[in-house]
C-alpha cells in the first residue's frame, strides 16, 4: 500500500507545491504518493507562482502541471503524514483535526532537520527571487529526510 503525503502552506502555489515536487524526485512513485494543499482558498485551481516553478527547473524538478486546491479535514481520512510549512498553518490544519490521530499526522517541515525548534518556511511571496532559492534549499534539505524515513517505511 501506497504511503501518502501532503505539503501544505497558506496559498498552494509557493512553498507546498515545491516541497511536493521536490519530494516527489526523491522517491519511488509507486510506493508513495504525494499532493500538497493550501489553507486558504485564493488560489484554488492555479498554477504555482511562476517563482516557484523557475527554482524549481533550476534543479530539475517540473511543478507546471500542479494546481492550488484548499486543505479539508478529509485530507486526515487520506494522508498519512501532513508536512505544514509554517506554525500558522499548523495551527490552522490543527484546528480541522478531529481527533488525536489527526493531529498526530501533522508536522512542521522543517522539524525534519531542526527538531522541536519551531523552524518556519518563510513565504517568499512577497518578496523577490532570491527568498525562492533559499525556500528551495531548505525544503530540499527537510525532503532529503523525509525520503529516506519513507524509504525505510517501505522496507
Known sequence: MKTKVLMVCLGNICRSPLAEGILKSKIDPNKVYIESAGTGDWHIDHAPDPRSISVGKRYGVDITDQRGRQFSASDF??????????????????????NEEDKKKVKLILDEIFPGEKVDVPDPYHGGSHGFENVYQMLNEACEVIAEKLNKEQQ
Open 77 to 98: 481520512d487520506s494522508f498519512d503524514h501532513i508536512y505544514v510549512m509554517d506554525i500558522r498553518n499548523y495551527e490552522d490544519v490543527i484546528a480541522q483535526a478531529r
